[in-house]
């Protein structure tokens, strides 16, 4: 009897093949994934890292080209940086990203975690290769797992603990520098005395990296990412994921003389009376005997050797079907590739296909759902462009004085009294001059002379802006302010300018 997704009897999803009968960790010690889909997954990690630990070392005009501090709500995405009153943008964009992330999950699964979560890489790229290096493949592992404790266990033991916590410290150095840029890290780590809060964050997230690949390991894709556990409501019937193709591979069976015979005159066999277990045999000479059509049952091309479930770094079994376990990994294809062809069958019975494209043949469509994705995607990136495109360098929000309506002035003018606060998000200073746009009129300055508002600061500045009762024609007259730096204008503010009721 298959055992696909859509059997069933799907007892395998009650359980997990991480925690054993008795609630406790089942460790997994996964065979060493060879094959092509392994080495581009190498080769692209080693450029995924290079790009990882080289990053926070690129500069643009001065400042980091990403940077995530939380903290003082800064953000500097490509050189561009966002602040709190750009979190309207930051929102849209993160909305955008979600959207994006969905679509790209319905089309091809989870291709993400396999080939750039950054959790796979550094678990399957760097923890498991030195792990392999110190312990030796999945058998030596579980020998060394289940050896006392002598000189060898202790000495490999102590190597491995130097080794993961040594990576664990260095990545979170750079998963620091993300946070507060490098330049801050080193500043902070050249006097500690005076920035202890940034060695105790150092070694609070180089002990969390630690226990994640000494221990967890697995256990965060599977119980911990939201992103894993939403996969079951993003994948569809044609998502392309990691699948095995249970038409090819069905009925199961271990390669033996017996198992491995031919049907008999090119008939599909419906006959399940042997379960695949290859004891169709007797079956044959039962319907023989009481003359009933015989057609043998031919074997699928899995022969049971369970390849794929020793490399699963999850442990799952890929042939139940697509799994929340399942990370994409490919180790699965390779292993049984290597089989397939030891055994002179074509490769790609397990393989990256959608399970409609395995039960029907249906190839990959546009269908509605990726339509409506696809729309609200590029309604949002319109949005996302746009608010990008019209953001200004300097935020600029103007008030009048709270409690204060006009001040009729010795000289026979009137004024008013505004309050001016000025953020600049760029990374250079910037000299603010105010100019009365659409009136003859006078702006002074409270307590401020050529004021300049600095690369990455605010300012609050206070002004009168002071116009001749004859150019009021009303209580409330428009008032329209041109910002100008040294060269050039801005941004244009308006407010409302109160004089004496008369004036109505
Ligand atoms: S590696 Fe291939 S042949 Fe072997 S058990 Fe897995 S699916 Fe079957
Ligand atoms: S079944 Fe296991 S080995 Fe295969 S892709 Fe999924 S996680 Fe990797």
């Not at 507060?180 to 002990?207: A, N």
């Not at 002379?449 to 300012?459: I, L």
Request: glycine share 6%.
């Amino acid at each position: 009897m298959p055992t696909t997704t859509l059997d069933n009897k799907e007892i395998f999803r009650d359980s997990v093949a991480t925690i054993s009968k008795e609630g406790k960790r089942n460790y997994i010690n996964p065979k060493k994934p060879k094959g092509r889909l392994y080495n581009l997954r190498t080769r692209f990690s080693i450029f995924y890292l290079l790009v990882f630990f080289s990053l926070p070392f690129i500069k643009v005009n001065d400042e980091p080209l990403l940077m995530f501090n939380v903290l003082e709500r800064k953000f500097i995405i490509f050189g561009m940086v966002f602040w709190p009153q750009d979190f309207f943008i930051f929102g849209i964009g993160m909305l955008t990203f979600i959207v994006f992330v969905i679509l790209f999950t319905v089309i091809f699964g989870r291709i993400f975690c396999g080939w750039a979560c950054p959790q796979t890489i550094f678990m399957e790229m760097v923890f498991r290769k030195i792990e392999y290096w110190i312990d030796g493949d999945s058998a030596q592992q579980k020998l060394l797992r289940k050896m006392p404790w002598n000189g060898e266990k202790i000495r490999k033991r102590v190597i491995k603990f130097v080794a993961f916590f040594s990576i664990s410290f260095i990545i979170a150095n750079f998963f620091l520098a993300y946070l507060i840029s490098m330049d801050q890290l080193i500043q902070d780590i050249s006097h500690p005395s005076e920035h202890i809060g940034t060695l105790i964050s150092l070694l609070g997230f180089s002990c969390v990296f630690f226990f994640v690949y000494w221990w967890f390991r697995e256990q965060v894709c599977i119980v911990v990412c939201p992103y894993g556990r939403l996969q079951g409501v993003l994948l569809d019937k044609n998502s392309i994921v990691v699948a095995y193709d249970h038409k090819r591979g069905e009925p199961r069976g271990k390669l033996t003389k017996e198992n491995n015979f031919k049907v008999k005159d090119d008939h599909d066999c419906k006959c399940t009376d042997c379960k695949g277990d290859g004891g169709c045999k007797d079956v044959v000479q039962k319907l023989e005997a009481i003359g009933q059509p015989v057609a043998l049952p031919v074997h699928g091309d899995c022969i049971d050797c369970a390849a794929c479930v020793k490399v699963c770094p999850t442990g799952i079994d890929i042939r139940n079907g697509t799994q929340l376990e399942c990370v994409n990994c490919t180790a699965c294809i390779d292993a049984c590739n290597a089989i397939m062809t030891s055994i002179h069958k074509p490769e790609g019975l397990i393989r990256y296909a959608s399970d409609n494209s395995i039960k029907n043949g249906v190839k990959l469509t546009f269908n509605r759902r990726i339509k409506a994705y696809t729309i609200v995607l590029s309604l949002l990136i319109i949005l996302l462009v746009t608010l990008l495109v019209t953001r200004t360098d300097l935020d600029a929000r103007l008030m009048r004085t709270a409690g204060m309506t006009y001040t009729a002035m010795p000289d026979g003018r009137v004024a008013n009294l505004y309050n001016l606060k000025l953020a600049n998000k760029t990374h250079k200073d910037i000299p603010i001059h105010l100019k009365l746009e659409n009136i003859a009129g006078e702006i002074s300055l409270v307590n401020s002379v050529n004021p300049v508002v600095k690369k990455e600061d605010y300012k609050a500045l206070q002004f009168f802006v002071k116009l001749n009762r004859a150019d009021l024609k009303s209580w409330k007259t428009p008032l329209v302010i041109g910002l100008y730096d040294s060269t050039k204008k801005i941004k244009t503010i308006t407010a409302k300018f109160i004089g004496p009721e008369i004036y109505n």
